[in-house]
């Protein structure tokens, strides 16, 4: 079995370590009230919850064309790859108050593993620039 990440707690190192990564597929956030339709897509859908709406759930893009939900607003998700605490205080504001300082739309995931950002798809690369620039600097931050 192999040691688990180190879970990081401070703030600072926290945006120091999100080291953005940009996923190929494109995300469409997507609701239905019939439980039928949700079951068959929750094994295909990045994440589901349960709201007293209905079902919420993210999915591939061309799966939400396909069962014919709408798909105008397609997001690109960007992977925080740092093990952040559960318990962890600040990396969702930081990441948020930066995007939101550049003009860029977000929503956010977190997961056990990982954080997620989901942007509209054409805001995508420059949301990665925004988080690899926080990234640099909380980094050069942690070292002064």
Partial sequence: MSTPPK??????????????????????????????????LMIRCVAFFQEKEGHSFVIVEDIA?????????PMACIVLEVFSALDG????????????????????????????????????????QVLTDLQSRETAKARS
Wanted: with cysteine; aromatic share 8%.
């Fill in 7 to 40: 879970v990081i707690r401070d703030r600072s190192a926290m945006l120091a370590g999100i080291k953005p990564t940009l996923q190929k597929e494109r995300f469409v956030f997507c609701t239905t009230q019939d439980p039928a339709i949700a079951a068959t």
């Fill in 89 to 128: 205080v600040g990396l969702t504001a930081g990441v948020a108050a930066a995007l939101a300082e550049a003009n860029i739309p977000c929503n956010m995931i977190a997961a056990y593993h990982h954080d997620y950002v989901f942007v509209p798809d054409g805001l995508a690369h420059e949301a990665m």
């Fill in 65 to 73: 064309r396909e069962r014919g939900f709408d798909t105008s607003l």
